[in-house]
């Protein structure tokens, strides 16, 4: 079964770094997310893409956050300058085009630690 | 999308039903119910959704209420594996290119032996 797959699966970086996360999305899946879930809390909503442009964001995904789809299978969220609060697991997730109950595919997550 | 309630935890033996609760009174017409879960940090998995109608899958049995305003995912054996937090999402269709999901903070369920 085709399942999305994301790298690395844990990151550390310092503060003010740059961190870029990788996501294969499901091979025929057209629209692609980001959530994040914060050690504890509940899984947050970050940006949805589609057609290689942002559809939706949400208010955390500030001007530090973009995403790019850089080829015909990666789908990445890079985070310019991370601080301490945007330590959290990261999911991406994606659906085909078409039915309009489309089920999300998440991936296994990267843990994101900012020191 | 509508919003919704669940209890926070639940336990349930090893091998026996587990009904998991989920009221959405404020569900509209075109809503769907969804029902996703999240074993220990891994990302949530698709379980089952539905409309108006009683759904079953390979996973589990989705109930909806005839008014809609409350729903009951069903577990018919719960095993060890099955411990983990279970989320019900109303949502409405898709349409054009959106379709966050909203993520509540669901029932943890575990499955004792």
């Known amino acids: 079964e085709p399942e999305v797959t994301q790298t690395p699966s844990h990151q550390v970086t310092q503060m003010g770094q740059e961190v870029i996360l990788r996501c294969v999305p499901i091979?025929?899946?057209?629209?692609f997310y980001w959530y994040r879930q914060i050690l504890g809390q509940k899984v947050e909503f970050l940006v949805s893409?589609?057609?290689?442009?942002?559809?939706?964001k949400s208010e955390i995904f500030d001007d530090q956050f973009s995403v790019e789809r850089p080829d015909g299978s990666n789908f990445t969220l890079k985070i310019r300058s991370t601080k301490l609060e945007d330590s959290a697991m990261y999911f991406c997730?994606?659906?085909?085009?078409?039915?309009?109950?489309?089920?999300?595919?998440f991936g296994p997550g990267t843990r994101l630690t900012v020191l | 999308d509508a919003k919704t309630t669940q209890p926070p935890s639940m336990d349930c033996a090893e091998g026996r039903a587990a009904n998991l609760p989920c009221n959405h009174s404020?569900?509209?017409?075109?809503?769907?119910v969804y029902w996703y879960r999240q074993i220990h940090s891994q990302g949530p998995q698709y379980i089952i959704h539905g409309l108006k109608n009683n759904e079953t899958n390979e996973m589990a049995s989705l109930i909806i209420t005839e008014d809609r305003k409350s729903s009951t995912l069903i577990l018919p054996h719960a095993t060890l594996r099955d411990t983990a937090v279970y989320y019900c999402?109303?949502?409405?269709?898709?349409?054009?290119?959106?379709?966050?999901?909203?993520f509540g903070k669901g029932t943890k369920l575990s499955v004792k032996p």
């Open positions: 091979s025929n899946h057209l629209y």
């Open positions: 404020t569900i509209s017409g075109n809503e769907y």
């Open positions: 997730a994606s659906r085909r085009q078409g039915a309009s109950t489309d089920t999300q595919y």
């Open positions: 999402i109303v949502r409405g269709h898709y349409g054009g290119s959106q379709g966050n999901l909203i």
């Open positions: 893409f589609y057609n290689n442009e942002i559809s939706e």
